[in-house]
């Protein structure tokens, strides 16, 4: 008996002693300190926004430190850089008329913006004064228990930059803002917008009625349509809200997507019949009194009844709208593609927007439902036909990007990946090509500006510089005539750029994920003319940041390169052994892997801190920046394309590094990514071990048609008869419900209208019928983001991963600690 008692004792002496080096306190003290209110606190102005002025190529932008504000006038030609103003002197001069103290280390003015001849700047402050809100007596209408009827009341300012003099605008026209419905045209003379389904126009003097009351009964609106009806409008359909406010605002002015002329004559629209598609809902549980519906219209994938739409033209001239011929696929997609908005146009209150093209031709693209097929095309208003220029083609879906088209009316530059890469392409306005002006293995991304007159392309590019990570972006040049493509940025770094209207100078923000931001001015031949500024991270760095590791690692394949980030806990500690989580998106319109420095850090850098080694890293079919074989090719198999590479990723961490320790392996996603956890579950249930997947579009069938058909592909088929159908078949995650060993958190919002709730509660359901054990939480009232339950979500999610992962069983407090340190002491 004494011998038993003594065994048991031991087994018990060592059994205590594995539990305790097999289980880890997760550090939630550490994580807590990197929240996004933390954050707020340590990190400033990343990157300079350029507000290029109008009558010179000077610019001004806005930038924080730990130091406060401050507001720079640069000068490229003279090499300058100088405070717009001096700010204590204008704080004390706020101080005078506000009657609030200000002073220059916390000065914050909103909106500011050059006026008139470039020597004044215009503002506004708010104060602590309180005042009766400007819509209350709508606010009440709307709402007779509405309490709140205050508001902090704002001064609105100039500054003369010459003599300091600073002028309150008693009644600024800054008040009179576009109004949400409001499509104004570029001349302002006419105003178009929606009503009651249907079309109208006012003047000028009737829009500032509006302005000052939308209930002038005095305004005067001209009906230009009379045929529209729910589901088959001219305007905006109200997506977002539920039942009741949308017969509510059955009456109200809705916005009208037209495109003008730009003599401010005609404009065209496409009107989208809905009437056929399926209806969708979402139920609001929490609204008082009682819960309400939302209904909605949602096509999905493979469906008969799909969205039709009709390209319209309306003349002023002979008050007529006509419908244009433009039928060429079933089900087939229109896109009217706007005019470019110049640099210096981005602090303009009123943007118009006009048709790309000019008083003879505006611009478009139709698409067929499997996308293989785009023509890119013209309308001729003078004969009033359809003109092909481009016909791209393909046996995978096909991306198209808007063709820049040249003020010399006679070329225009197209974008094509049909050489297996995205390349720019310059074309004659009739469709006949001049020449490819971009060509080898590297990725053209956009086109940043072109002047015509020296005829030079500027445009960026990625995967171009041997040695770099394929994703970063770099400024390049081209001549319009052809020949070398020259690199304006070198620099093993992400750069983002913005280039003035001239094309004489840019500005080039650039960094990794492991630097520190900085920004430089260039001229247009790639010199360097003056420093700008590097961000301030010393508050970051004091509360123990650390930067991640970027790395590479081969695909499932053995051939093809991935590349990826690693977080470490910022108390590393290399002796120890970690459990890896991989935070996944698998695409594929983009990887959810950080190319530069950012603020986005809850679900990497912060997860991490509790005790993880976190990854993101990509996988074949995941990104549109490399060659289109790398993003096609997960097309036809939506569900696992990316898996076996998420995988293979972790085998060769694992091999690399001691402290990984490949038996725990942790797997999160959001959205796409909540569909590729689960299935990474189910597919690989012996590897991977625990999944919190959130919002996830687990049954492809029912998420919606255009990007399920997209990137998963449908099958066109015509009859001996000549009809045509589509036939969408695609792997869903719940059919493999019965693979799952590990451990699995589902999350949704209950009012989500792009990845709907069924989702997630089919993929319960399927679960639960195939005897499984698994853990679901719904967030009440929240859309596909989580709003303002994020915070509560992540936390909810660091406690699973730190008991399923870590092995720390100590239940944490029900109130949830780390969230309320935020939150201010209530009154």
């Known amino acids: 008996m004494k011998k038993v008692i003594v065994l048991i004792s031991i087994f018990l002496s060592v059994t205590a002693v594995f539990a305790q080096q097999s289980s880890t306190k997760g550090n939630y003290e550490l994580a807590s300190g990197f929240s996004p209110e933390k954050l707020?606190?340590?990190?400033?102005?990343?990157?300079?926004?350029?507000?290029?002025?109008?009558?010179?190529?000077?610019?001004?932008?806005?930038?924080?430190?730990?130091?406060?504000?401050?507001?720079?006038?640069?000068?490229?030609?003279?090499?300058?850089?100088?405070?717009?103003f001096d700010k204590d002197v204008l704080a004390a001069r706020l101080t005078l008329i506000v009657k609030d103290p200000f002073d220059g280390q916390h000065l914050d003015l909103n909106d500011l913006k050059f006026i008139e001849d470039e020597n004044e700047v215009q503002f506004k402050v708010k104060s602590t004064e309180e005042v009766l809100k400007k819509d209350w007596e709508e606010i009440k209408a709307k709402n007779k228990s509405a309490k709140d009827s205050l508001e902090k009341k704002t001064f609105f300012f100039r500054y003369n930059l010459g003599n300091g003099t600073l002028t309150e605008i008693e009644d600024p026209e800054e008040k009179k803002k576009r109004l949400s419905w409001a499509n104004i045209a570029p001349d302002s003379s006419k105003i178009v917008f929606a009503k009651n389904e249907n079309l109208f126009w006012m003047d000028k003097e009737n829009f500032l009625k509006a302005v000052k009351d939308e209930k002038d009964s005095t305004i005067v609106e001209h009906r230009i349509t009379e045929d529209g009806e729910k589901d088959y409008s001219y305007g905006a359909s109200g997506r977002g809200d539920d039942n009741e406010e949308e017969e509510k605002k059955k009456d109200d002015r809705k916005r009208a997507s037209v495109y003008w002329s730009a003599n401010s004559k005609e404009f065209v629209l496409t009107r989208t019949d809905s009437r056929h598609v399926k209806d969708l809902w979402v139920i609001h549980n929490t609204k008082n009194p009682r819960p309400t519906l939302e209904s909605y219209?949602?096509?999905?994938?493979?469906?008969?009844?799909?969205?039709?739409?009709?390209?319209?033209?309306?003349?002023?001239?002979?008050?007529?709208?006509?419908?244009?011929?433009?039928?060429?696929?079933?089900?087939?997609?229109?896109?009217?593609w706007s005019a470019d908005l110049k640099a210096n146009q981005q602090d303009d209150e009123f943007k118009p927007v006009k048709w790309l093209g000019?008083?003879?031709?505006?611009?478009?693209?139709?698409?067929?439902?499997?996308?293989?097929?785009?023509?890119?095309?013209?309308?001729?208003?003078?004969?009033?036909?359809?003109?092909?220029?481009?016909?791209?083609?393909?046996?995978?879906?096909i991306d198209i990007q808007k063709?820049?088209?040249?003020?010399?009316?006679?070329?225009?530059?197209?974008?094509?990946?049909?050489?297996?890469?995205?390349?720019?392409?310059?074309?004659?306005?009739?469709?006949?090509?001049?020449?490819?002006?971009?060509?080898?293995?590297y990725h053209s991304e956009s086109i940043e500006q072109v002047d015509e007159k020296n005829r030079t392309?500027?445009?960026?590019?990625?995967?171009?510089?041997?040695?770099?990570?394929?994703?970063?972006?770099?400024?390049?040049?081209?001549?319009?005539?052809?020949?070398?493509?020259?690199?304006?940025?070198?620099?093993?770094?992400?750069?983002?750029?913005?280039?003035?209207?001239?094309?004489?100078?840019?500005?080039?923000?650039?960094?990794?994920?492991?630097?520190?931001?900085?920004?430089?001015?260039?001229?247009?031949?790639?010199?360097?003319?003056?420093?700008?500024?590097?961000?301030?991270?010393?508050?970051?760095?004091?509360?123990?940041?650390?930067?991640?590791?970027?790395?590479?690692?081969?695909?499932?394949?053995?051939?093809?390169?991935l590349f990826g980030v690693m977080y470490r806990p910022f108390d590393f500690d290399s002796t120890k052994s970690y459990p890896i989580i991989e935070y996944v998106y698998p695409g594929p319109q983009t990887e959810a892997v950080n190319k530069s420095f950012g603020r986005s850090m809850d679900r990497i850098d912060r997860l991490a801190q509790l005790g993880f080694v976190v990854v993101t890293v990509g996988n074949r079919g995941g990104h549109p920046g490399r060659s289109k074989w790398?993003?096609?090719?997960?097309?036809?198999?939506?569900?696992?394309?990316?898996?076996?590479?998420?995988?293979?990723?972790?085998?060769?961490?694992?091999?690399?590094?001691?402290?990984?320790?490949?038996?725990?392996?942790?797997?999160?996603?959001?959205?796409?990514?909540?569909?590729?956890s689960t299935a990474a579950m189910l597919v690989y249930p012996d590897f991977f071990k625990v999944a919190v997947s959130s919002a996830g579009n687990h049954e492809n069938n029912i998420y919606n048609r255009w990007w399920s058909?997209?990137?998963?592909?449908?099958?066109?088929?015509?009859?001996?008869?000549?009809?045509?159908?589509?036939?969408?078949?695609?792997?869903?995650?719940p059919d493999l419900a019965k693979n799952l060993k590990g451990h699995l958190l589902l999350v949704t919002g209950d009012v989500d209208n792009n990845v709907h709730p069924a989702n997630t509660i089919r993929m319960a359901n399927a679960l639960i019928k195939a005897n499984k054990r698994f853990d679901f939480i719904i967030l009440p009232g929240q859309r596909h983001g989580f709003g303002d339950m994020t915070e509560y979500f992540f936390w909810r999610m660091a406690d699973y991963y730190v008991l399923h992962l870590l092995g720390d069983n100590t239940p944490p407090p029900v109130d949830m600690l780390e969230i309320q340190r935020e939150k201010p002491m209530s009154k």
Request: charged share 25%; aromatic share 14%; proline share 4%.
């Open 630 to 676: 790398y993003h096609n090719y997960g097309y036809g198999n939506l569900r696992d394309y990316g898996l076996a590479d998420k995988k293979a990723a972790v085998e060769q961490l694992a091999a690399r590094h001691n402290f990984i320790d490949k038996s725990r392996v942790g797997i999160h996603g959001h959205s796409g990514g909540g569909f590729m």
């Open 457 to 561: 392309l500027y445009f960026t590019a990625n995967a171009k510089e041997k040695g770099e990570d394929p994703y970063y972006l770099h400024l390049y040049k081209v001549s319009l005539n052809g020949g070398n493509v020259t690199l304006l940025n070198p620099g093993n770094y992400d750069h983002s750029v913005s280039v003035n209207d001239n094309a004489t100078f840019f500005v080039n923000n650039y960094s990794r994920v492991n630097t520190i931001p900085t920004a430089v001015l260039h001229d247009n031949q790639g010199r360097k003319v003056m420093d700008l500024e590097e961000a301030d991270l010393t508050s970051l760095f004091a509360a123990g940041y650390q930067f991640p590791e970027p790395f590479k690692v081969k695909a499932d394949d053995g051939i093809t390169d």
């Open 297 to 336: 219209k949602y096509a999905m994938p493979g469906e008969k009844d799909q969205p039709r739409t009709e390209l319209k033209h309306f003349s002023f001239d002979t008050k007529s709208m006509s419908e244009l011929d433009v039928n060429t696929f079933k089900d087939q997609s229109l896109s009217v």
């Open 709 to 733: 058909e997209k990137h998963h592909g449908v099958k066109e088929v015509i009859t001996p008869k000549g009809d045509t159908t589509f036939i969408y078949q695609v792997e869903r995650n």
């Open 358 to 397: 000019d008083e003879n031709f505006f611009y478009f693209t139709i698409t067929s439902r499997d996308l293989k097929r785009v023509d890119v095309c013209r309308w001729n208003l003078k004969e009033s036909k359809k003109e092909i220029l481009v016909e791209e083609r393909s046996n995978t879906y």
């Open 403 to 441: 063709p820049k088209v040249l003020t010399n009316g006679t070329e225009f530059i197209h974008w094509s990946e049909r050489d297996g890469w995205g390349h720019y392409y310059l074309y004659e306005v009739n469709g006949t090509l001049k020449k490819q002006l971009t060509s080898g293995p």
């Open 40 to 84: 707020k606190k340590m990190i400033f102005s990343t990157d300079v926004k350029a507000h290029w002025l109008k009558n010179s190529d000077r610019f001004w932008y806005e930038y924080e430190t730990t130091e406060g504000k401050n507001w720079y006038l640069v000068n490229p030609a003279n090499r300058t850089k100088t405070p717009l």
